[in-house]
């Protein structure tokens, strides 16, 4: 097939013609290697890995399970900000170099007790073992967690963002504009 009346047809369309570059998808110009340092940084970052580099993070995203920290945090990463993201669990101490870190925006994300359940029960059951599946999706254990993780927020004097209603776009725009707006 050829592509030729598609490409001619937009030119006439935007009234500009096409100019051919081999990789222009992607300039290889000092943008394209932060994000690239930022979606490594992130990956290395997930679900509380490496926690001794918090203070290199330019956000940390906390929350209970299934509040779309990973996806947020991806995102986040996609656009250059390095990320790293750390779940909330009742019982689990916070790594001190979190509470210690200066440097990051730390959001806490949070949902309502019905969605958290609704998204536990849809979630592919096989790939997590030992998880007792009954208290993971009990709405009253739900409701424990988001109160443990809220209460933490408050006492860290972390923002707070309930991604009930939100797309993973849409938490991370509300993310980037705590960022500008605390600068």
Not at 18 to 46: C, E, I, K, P
Not at 104 to 125: C, D, F, K, M, Y
Not at 146 to 172: M, P
Request: charged fraction near 25%; glycine fraction near 6%; hydrophobic fraction near 40%.
């Amino acid at each position: 097939m050829s592509w030729k009346p598609v490409i001619a047809t937009f030119q006439r369309y935007l009234g500009s013609p096409s100019r051919r570059r081999v990789g222009a998808q992607h300039d290889l110009d000092a943008t394209y290697f932060a994000r690239m340092d930022a979606l490594n940084f992130t990956m290395d970052h997930d679900d509380g890995q490496l926690p001794e580099d918090y203070d290199q993070a330019d956000v940390v995203l906390v929350g209970i399970s299934r509040t779309s920290k990973t996806p947020t945090s991806i995102y986040l990463a996609n656009r250059g900000i390095k990320t790293a993201n750390l779940p909330i669990v009742v019982g689990a101490e916070l790594p001190p170099s979190l509470i210690q870190a200066k440097r990051p925006l730390v959001v806490g994300l949070v949902a309502t007790t019905e969605r958290i359940s609704q998204v536990r029960e849809n979630r592919e059951s096989g790939s997590t073992q030992g998880l007792d599946r009954d208290y993971h999706t009990d709405r009253a254990s739900i409701q424990e967690e988001l109160k443990h993780a809220r209460a933490l927020c408050a006492h860290h004097g972390w923002q707070v963002i309930d991604v009930t209603r939100r797309s993973i776009e849409e938490a991370a725009a509300a993310i980037v504009a705590l960022r500008n707006k605390l600068r």
